[in-house]
Structures are given as C-alpha cells and as structure tokens.
C-alpha cells in the first residue's frame, strides 16, 4: 500500500470507527467484544483496501458478522462472579437517557441474529435486501428473523413495563415510552384515576 492509500485508510478509520464500535456493541451487547470486532474487522479491511469498491458497506457487513460471532467464542461464555448481580442504571432526570439504556437492556436479551437484523433495519436504517446482504441470508430470513424479533422485543418491553409503538411504517422502532405516559395512555390514565 502507497502513502497516499495508507492515508486515505487512516482517514476512513478516523471517520468510520466510533460508529462501527456502536454497531457492534448494538449487535453483540458487550463493548470489549464490540471492539475486538471493530479491530478485526478493519485488520481485514486494511489488507483488501486497494480491491474494495465499496469500504464503508464492507467493513459494515464485517464488523456485524464478527459481531455475531465474538458471542459465540467459547471464552466469551465464561462469566465472571459479578455477571450474576443485576445490573440496573440509575434513573436520568432527561428521562430520554433512561429510556435509552431501558431499550439497549431489551435488546441485549433478543437473540444475536434477530438483534442484528434490528440494529442494521431500524437503527442503521438499511433495506431488507441490503440487510440481507450484510447477514448473507436471504431476503425472506430477514423479514421473518425482523417480526420474531420485534416480537421479543416487545415481550421484554412489556414485561418491564414499557410500550414500544410504530408510527407510520410496518415494523418501525420509535422512541418507547413508559407505560401510562404519552398521548397513546391519556385516555387510559384517566379512567384508572377515577
């Protein structure tokens, strides 16, 4: 690789890295293993850089499945004594960092392929068939691994008490809110007070 390819590779890492980092912990819930598979990922990248057309969607495509695969690693099974203690943030006078943490918690507990699927459709707001790309599935395992995730993640929510709505799109994700708050509960609220 030439100075000037080895430039234009550092200024995409600059660029490119912290919301791959996201990506992966999105994907796999855990930032060690999200980095390990940023760095792995853009090991790979750096040797193909000259032959790839498209860095940006193939670093994406790799950072997920190394993502995906970081969990399954033996040695990331392990668990340390303190992974049994529940873990629970603290709440946020914002309230919207609270709902944030409340959401990524849910999402943890949805299975790596369908959380995967989540993240690139509604967080990285990709196609299905992009999506599909990504996973190397095919179109028809998206949507279907995108409803039963969406369902778990419905089923977590609801269990802690929060609603998730769709506004305006089949299977879209907004901003949960808790149960009993919001124009969607006004009506409900009040027949409960009286």
Avoid at 16 to 37: I, K, M, S
Avoid at 110 to 133: C, H, K, N, W
Wanted: charged share 30%; aromatic share 6%; glycine share 8%.
């Amino acid at each position: 690789m030439d100075a000037e390819d080895d430039d234009s590779f550092r200024e995409f890492v600059r660029v490119r890295f912290e919301p791959l980092r996201v990506l992966a912990y999105l994907t796999c819930g855990d930032w060690q293993a999200a980095e390990d598979a940023v760095a792995g990922a853009l090991a790979r990248l750096y040797l193909r850089w000259n032959k790839v057309s498209a860095p940006d969607a193939y670093v994406r495509t790799m950072v997920v499945r190394a993502a995906i695969g970081e969990k399954r690693r033996p040695w990331r099974r392990e668990s340390s004594a303190g992974d049994a203690l529940p873990d629970r943030p603290g709440p946020d006078l914002s309230g919207d960092v609270d709902e944030k943490l409340r959401l990524q918690a849910a999402l943890r507990k949805v299975p790596p392929r369908q959380r995967a699927v989540l993240v690139l459709r509604f967080l990285e707001g990709l196609s299905v068939d992009e999506t599909a790309e990504i996973l190397g599935c095919r179109a028809g395992t998206v949507k279907s691994q995108c409803s039963r995730g969406l369902d778990t993640l419905r089923t977590v929510l609801a269990a802690e008490d929060i609603l998730m709505h769709t506004e305006g799109n089949d299977n879209g994700l907004s901003r949960p809110r808790r149960a009993g708050f919001g124009p969607a509960n006004a009506t409900a609220g009040a027949h409960q007070h009286r």
